[in-house]
C-alpha cells in the first residue's frame, strides 16, 4: 500500500492487516508508518515499513527486487499515494509544480505496476488497485494537473488490465469519492470535514475489491 502514512491508504492498510494481510506500508513519513503500525500490531497483525519518496523511480525498482527477495510473490498492490498540486488555471501552472504531480501520480505508478507485475503473476490470485478521482472525468476548472494525472492513471489501469486479461491477476481503478482527509482539505479549505464520508468506510470499499 503505497501513501499508507495517513489518509485513505492508513485506513485500506489497517484494513488489510484486519483481514490477515502482512503490509508493505510505503510513503515518506516515518512518524505516520510506525503509527500505522503499532495500530496493526494493536490489531495482531504485521506490517513492514518502506520509508521512501515515490518521486524516486530507482528506489521504486528496488523496491520490487526486495519483494522478489523477501516473499517471491505480491498478492496486492494498492497504487494510492497521491498529491493534489495547485489549484489554478493550467495556464499558471508552474512547470515545477506540473512535474511534481505527474511524477507521484503517473510515473510513479507506471513504474511500480512494471516494478512489481511478475510479483503479481506469482500470486494465485493479484489485484492491483490504483485510486483514481471523479475530475478525471468531470474535467473540473483549475484541477489541471491533477486531473490529467488520475485521467492518465486510469487509462494505464485499463491498458495493463487488458494486457493481463489471460492471467488471474485483475487490475481495478477506484474513484473513492470526496473523503475526509488532509488532501481534501487542501483542495477545498472551507468544507466542514464532519460532512464528508470517513476513510475507514472508502478503505473498506476498497478492499473488497
Ligand atoms: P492524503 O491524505 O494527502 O495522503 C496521501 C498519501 O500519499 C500520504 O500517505 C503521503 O505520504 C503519500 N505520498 C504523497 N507524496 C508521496 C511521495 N512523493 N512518496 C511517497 N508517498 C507519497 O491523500 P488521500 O486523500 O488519502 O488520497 C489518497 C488517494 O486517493 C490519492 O491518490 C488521491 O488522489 C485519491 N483521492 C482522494 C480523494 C479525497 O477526497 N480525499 C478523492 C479522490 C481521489 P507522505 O506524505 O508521508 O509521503
Same mark, same amino acid.
Given at each position: 500500500?503505497? *501513501?499508507?502514512?495517513?489518509? %485513505? +491508504? =492508513?485506513?485500506?492498510?489497517?484494513?488489510?492487516?484486519?483481514?490477515?494481510?502482512?503490509?508493505? #506500508?510505503?510513503?515518506?513519513?516515518?512518524?505516520?508508518?510506525?503509527?500505522?503500525?503499532?495500530?496493526? $500490531? &494493536?490489531?495482531?497483525?504485521?506490517?513492514? @515499513?518502506?520509508?521512501?519518496?515515490?518521486?524516486?523511480?530507482? !528506489?521504486?525498482?528496488?523496491?520490487?527486487?526486495?519483494?522478489?527477495?523477501?516473499? *517471491?510473490?505480491?498478492?496486492? @498492490?494498492?497504487?494510492?499515494?497521491?498529491?493534489?498540486?495547485?489549484?489554478?488555471?493550467?495556464?499558471?501552472?508552474?512547470?515545477?509544480?506540473?512535474?511534481?504531480?505527474?511524477?507521484?501520480? @503517473?510515473?510513479?505508478?507506471?513504474?511500480? #505496476?512494471?516494478?512489481?507485475?511478475?510479483?503479481?503473476?506469482?500470486?494465485?490470485?493479484?489485484? &492491483?488497485?490504483?485510486? /483514481?478521482? *471523479?475530475?478525471?472525468?468531470?474535467?473540473?476548472?483549475?484541477? +489541471? &494537473? =491533477?486531473?490529467?494525472?488520475? &485521467?492518465?492513471?486510469?487509462?494505464? *489501469?485499463?491498458?495493463?488490465?487488458?494486457?493481463?486479461?489471460?492471467?488471474?491477476?485483475? %487490475?481495478?481503478?477506484?474513484?473513492? +469519492?470526496?473523503?475526509?482527509?488532509?488532501?481534501? !482539505?487542501?483542495?477545498?479549505?472551507?468544507?466542514?470535514? /464532519?460532512? @464528508?464520508?470517513?476513510?475507514?468506510?472508502? #478503505? $473498506?470499499?476498497?478492499?473488497?475489491?
Amino acid at each position: 500500500v503505497t *501513501g499508507a502514512s495517513r489518509g %485513505i +491508504g =492508513y485506513f485500506t492498510a489497517l484494513e488489510l492487516a484486519r483481514l490477515g494481510a502482512h503490509v508493505i #506500508a510505503v510513503a515518506r513519513t516515518v512518524g505516520g508508518l510506525e503509527e500505522l503500525d503499532d495500530d496493526i $500490531k &494493536a490489531l495482531g497483525g504485521t506490517a513492514t @515499513l518502506v520509508p521512501l519518496d515515490l518521486s524516486d523511480m530507482k !528506489a521504486i525498482d528496488a523496491l520490487g527486487g526486495q519483494i522478489h527477495e523477501r516473499w *517471491g510473490k505480491l498478492d496486492i @498492490l494498492v497504487a494510492n499515494a497521491g498529491v493534489l498540486g495547485v489549484i489554478s488555471p493550467i495556464s499558471h501552472i508552474k512547470a515545477k509544480e506540473f512535474d511534481k504531480v505527474m511524477t507521484v501520480n @503517473l510515473d510513479a505508478t507506471w513504474r511500480l #505496476a512494471r516494478s512489481v507485475e511478475p510479483l503479481l503473476r506469482a500470486s494465485d490470485a493479484g489485484r &492491483a488497485i490504483l485510486l /483514481s478521482s *471523479g475530475v478525471a472525468h468531470s474535467c473540473r476548472p483549475f484541477w +489541471g &494537473a =491533477y486531473a490529467i494525472s488520475k &485521467a492518465a492513471v486510469e487509462t494505464l *489501469g485499463r491498458v495493463w488490465a487488458a494486457e493481463l486479461v489471460n492471467t488471474s491477476v485483475r %487490475i481495478n481503478s477506484v474513484n473513492p +469519492g470526496a473523503t475526509r482527509t488532509a488532501m481534501r !482539505a487542501q483542495a477545498v479549505p472551507g468544507e466542514d470535514p /464532519s460532512t @464528508l464520508p470517513d476513510p475507514r468506510d472508502v #478503505a $473498506k470499499k476498497i478492499v473488497k475489491l
